[in-house]
């Protein structure tokens, strides 16, 4: 698979975890990918923190990039009934409890479940947004990235970047896998049919644990 191939097969396997009825936000990059990939009798409600409920992706005929965009400058538009609200509403929500999933990418998660997402050291970036936030304040916290970057594993026995929150991921799923971040540490319940046991632990520092259930990515 190329690049965009790997992104497509990895936002379809995660558009899988949303329940119908689902307030979701997504995070900059690859999730925004999500309501592309929506099962057609699942309909989520998405947050954006910079005030807006309700998003929807645009076309050329909806596009209004002067006024609506997301948390991450791309222009969108909003569903009939949405609203619009400032940042002291929105993060009330998130802080509140009231997102139910947060979909976003990592640099790196660890076999704890804390993730680095926002900064690599030497690098400019404006800060890490509303991410810190709504790791801890959304009920269900799920890392969509590749699985490698350059070859170099990122899902580690412990995180090296500085991090966004500690022991907040619930899933990661990549190219070549879904694990569960458990108790006991991170578990391969799905793989994808293209790759081995042996070839996915080979591009995972952490040790995983290989589920008794074990099945073929969906």
């Avoid at 509140?96 to 998660?109: C, F, Q, S």
Wanted: overall charge negative; proline content about 6%.
């Amino acid at each position: 698979m190329d690049r965009e191939q790997i992104k497509s097969f990895i936002i379809a396997r995660a558009a899988g975890e949303l329940k119908d009825g689902d307030i979701v936000n997504l995070g900059i990059g690859m999730p925004t990918m999500i309501p592309n990939f929506l099962p057609e009798d699942v309909r989520v409600t998405i947050q954006a923190e910079n005030g807006l409920l309700g998003v929807i992706p645009c076309n050329d005929e909806t596009r209004d990039a002067v006024y609506k965009v997301d948390a991450g400058a791309t222009p969108v538009t909003v569903s009939t009934g949405g609203c619009y609200f400032d940042s002291c509403t929105s993060f009330g929500m998130i802080r509140g409890g009231h997102i139910d999933v947060t979909m976003l990418g990592a640099l790196e998660v660890d076999e704890q479940g804390n993730i680095s997402n926002w900064i690599i050291p030497g690098k400019r970036l404006p800060g890490m947004g509303g991410a810190m936030d709504l790791v801890i304040g959304a009920k269900r916290v799920i890392v969509t990235m590749e699985h490698t970057q350059k070859g170099a594993p990122k899902i580690l026995k412990k995180c090296r970047l500085p991090l966004t929150a500690l022991k907040c991921v619930d899933l990661i799923i990549t190219e070549m896998g879904v694990i569960e971040v458990t108790e006991n540490g991170l578990m391969l319940v799905e793989i994808n049919p293209e790759f081995t046991v042996e070839q996915v632990q080979e591009a995972t520092e952490a040790v995983l644990i290989i589920s008794p259930d074990l099945k073929p990515m969906a």
